[in-house]
């Protein structure tokens, strides 16, 4: 069975940083492109970023609104992907949920998701 | 930037059959993804490529498309699929994915 598992949400004030992570398990996590979408309260989903397989370059790519202030990684070794955010906005305000599915950009699997809120 | 649009909300009594639409310049040329999300919950993938459904979603579940428009039609609609939809799809460089504003489906 698919588990996605985020952690590392919270409370932080503007201007600061936070790192999410999802846990994986159930699949070959080295070989899954995995993004992360958010979702601000009330509002609809969002794409953040995505970052390719290692086989196939491990590129990441990222929604403008969060280009240079957040960084997508992976540990294969550990089957866990991050999210470290800078420069926080309250803007940035969301339940981030990690994903993947059978065949990128489609999203079969989703974590439950992980609250950050930025505010003073 | 590029934008999915989608009607704030679609209404519809039990039994009928719902139709949400998704427009974009791109959709001729990137397949399109939908997904319901109910209050409280992640989302779930209903159809994706345009017009596949995932196993385990209901055959009531389908979708089409035409030119800059995809459509996600539910027929026979039931009260248990009163939910938010969204579609997904890329820009034109296939680069970076977006999401439609999302659609209140209510079941009157």
């Known amino acids: 069975e698919v588990q996605l598992v985020e952690s590392g949400g919270g409370l932080v004030k503007p201007g600061g940083s936070l790192r999410l992570s999802c846990a994986a398990s159930g699949f070959t996590f080295s070989n899954a492109w995995m993004s992360w979408v958010r979702q601000a309260p009330g509002k609809g989903l969002e794409w953040v970023g995505r970052?390719?397989?290692?086989?196939?370059?491990?590129?990441?790519d990222y929604a403008a609104p969060v280009k240079g202030r957040f960084t997508i990684s992976r540990d294969d070794s550990k089957n866990t992907l991050y999210l470290q955010m800078n420069s926080l906005k309250t803007e940035d305000t969301a339940v981030y949920y990690c994903?993947?599915?059978?065949?990128?950009?489609?999203?079969?699997?989703w974590g439950q998701g992980t609250l950050v809120t930025v505010s003073s | 930037s590029y934008e999915l649009t989608q009607p704030p909300s679609v209404s519809v009594s039990p039994g009928q059959t719902a139709r949400i639409t998704c427009s974009g310049d791109a959709l001729p040329k990137q397949y399109a993804y939908w997904y319901q999300q109910k209050p409280g919950q992640a989302p779930v993938l209903v159809i994706y490529?345009?017009?596949e459904r995932p196993s385990g979603i209901p055959e009531r579940f389908s979708g089409s498309s035409s030119g800059t428009t995809v459509t996600l039609t539910i027929s026979g609609v039931q009260a248990e699929d009163e939910a938010d939809y969204y579609c997904?799809?890329?820009?034109?460089?296939?680069?970076?994915?977006?999401f439609g504003g999302g659609t209140k489906l209510t079941v009157l």
């Open positions: 970052i390719k397989s290692k086989t196939d370059g491990g590129t990441t």
């Open positions: 490529k345009d017009s």
């Open positions: 994903t993947t599915g059978c065949d990128y950009p489609r999203f079969d699997y």
């Open positions: 997904q799809s890329a820009d034109s460089s296939g680069t970076y994915e977006v």
